[in-house]
Structure formats: structure tokens, C-alpha cells
């Protein structure tokens, strides 16, 4: 087994354990989890004006929707991805936008809404470790969206996860970026 083999193995099986402990959440913890992420939503190192890309959430992920909400009333233009190739592209949301299925299970703003250029991405994931090592969902969407942005500027790299999905080291490969920080319920830790 190459060396590669064996960290994609291991990243593999810590996403496998990771989501299996925010699936085995109960319904009420995720929706109150949620909510207490908004809550910290002021600790987060977000420039004044910096347009911001969320996600819309799915299956047991945290919704980011009421942080999201927060950050919009405070004068950040949001934006959600879309899945396409090469790379993710980002849609402006807009309150009351028609959504449309944009891959991977997620929703956005259709064709009609205005690409954006992100500065923030906050991120959903499956594990992170704490020297801000992520694991993905194994199909590198964000990986070559964030290679994408960085020819054309910084992109700030935030996780949004549940406190639960935490393992104790990612192996990071040299194609892996590590996040600027992570925001649970419990708040924002910074790597930087």
C-alpha cells in the first residue's frame, strides 16, 4: 500500500467516524447547536465589508443559515456555492432569492444570480483537528475552489462544524489547505 493509499485509508475511515458521531446526534442538539454558532458569529476575524460564502446545509451538517443572517445585517454581501467545473463558482444571495438545487445534495441562487468573488469561505466539513487540518467529503470541491481563489487574492478559510466531529489528527497531503480557524457551538479557535 502506497503512502498516499494509506492516508486517503485513514482520512477515509476519520470521516467515516466523525460523521457517524454528528449523525448520532439528536435533532434538537443540532438545531440549538446551530443557533449557539451564530451566537459567536461576532469573534470572527471578517474584514468590514468582505463578501462571504456560506453553504446551504445538508443532511445532518450545522445550519449556518442564522449565522449567515447575522453577517448579512451587519453589511457583508453573501454568496453560496454552486458546483461546476473547473472548480465551484459562488451565486449572490439575496433575501427572498429562488433557490435551485446546486449539487451535492445543497441548494443556491440560479444562473440568474450575480457571480461573486469570495474573501471568506466558511466551510462545512466532516473532521478537523486542532492544528486546523480539515477532512472533506472526499470529492476536493473546496480544495480546487480555494487553489481557484488564491490566484486572484487571499481567501480566508473558516470550518463550521459540531463540536463532535473533532478527531485527533487529520494527515494532511500537500495539496490540503489548513483552515484559518474553526467555529462550533463552543466558538471560534484560531490556527493563525
Given at each position: 500500500m502506497t503512502?498516499?493509499?494509506?492516508?486517503?485509508?485513514?482520512?477515509?475511515?476519520l470521516r467515516k467516524e466523525a460523521l457517524a458521531r454528528r449523525k448520532a446526534m439528536p435533532e434538537v442538539d443540532r438545531i440549538e447547536k446551530s443557533l449557539a454558532l451564530a451566537e459567536h458569529g461576532s469573534?470572527?476575524?471578517?474584514?468590514?465589508?468582505?463578501?462571504v460564502a456560506g453553504f446551504w446545509p445538508i443532511r445532518d451538517?450545522?445550519?449556518?443559515r442564522p449565522l449567515m443572517?447575522?453577517?448579512?445585517?451587519?453589511?457583508?454581501?453573501?454568496c453560496l456555492p454552486v458546483v461546476a467545473e473547473p472548480h465551484l463558482k459562488f451565486r449572490r444571495l439575496e433575501r427572498g432569492a429562488e433557490?435551485?438545487?446546486?449539487?451535492f445534495g445543497t441548494m443556491a441562487p440560479g444562473s440568474e444570480?450575480?457571480?461573486l468573488r469570495p474573501d471568506v469561505l466558511l466551510m462545512p466539513l466532516a473532521g478537523f483537528d486542532k492544528h486546523g487540518n480539515r477532512i472533506g467529503y472526499g470529492k476536493g470541491h473546496y480544495d480546487t475552489a480555494i487553489a481557484a481563489l488564491e490566484k486572484t487574492g487571499p481567501v480566508v478559510c473558516?470550518?463550521?462544524?459540531?463540536?463532535v466531529q473533532e478527531v485527533d489528527l487529520v494527515p494532511a497531503e500537500g495539496h490540503d489547505k489548513a483552515l484559518a480557524g474553526i467555529l462550533t457551538e463552543d466558538g471560534y479557535r484560531s490556527f493563525r
Open positions: 503512502t498516499q493509499t494509506s492516508l486517503a485509508h485513514e482520512k477515509d475511515q469573534g470572527l476575524p471578517i474584514p468590514p465589508g468582505a463578501v451538517e450545522i445550519d449556518p443572517d447575522q453577517l448579512r445585517q451587519a453589511g457583508h454581501p453573501l433557490m435551485e438545487p446546486a449539487g444570480a450575480e457571480e473558516i470550518g463550521l462544524a459540531f463540536g
